[in-house]
């Protein structure tokens, strides 16, 4: 169908990552986080868990450059 915008697929983590990663609560204590690393990092739910995980991974979206 032409005209159509199609979103990319949302982040799918897989269950032996998610076991490995750290969970947080709410999106606010993953960024309280994410300010202290060295690698510019994104939270996101978590689709295993519905917990919040921390990523690298920027997939197109737009990240906040510090002032």
């Known amino acids: 169908m032409r ?23 709410s999106a606010h204590d993953a960024i309280l986080i ?3 690393s060295a690698v510019p990092r994104r939270p996101y ?3 295993r868990c519905r917990k919040f995980h921390l ?3 920027t997939n ?7 002032a």
């Open 3 to 25: 005209g159509l915008f199609c979103y990319p697929p949302p982040m799918r983590t897989r269950l032996s990552i998610c076991q490995k990663k750290a969970r947080f609560q």
């Open 34 to 36: 994410a300010e202290r």
């Open 45 to 47: 739910r978590c689709d």
């Open 55 to 57: 990523t690298s991974r």
């Open 60 to 66: 197109g979206k737009r990240m906040v450059r510090p």
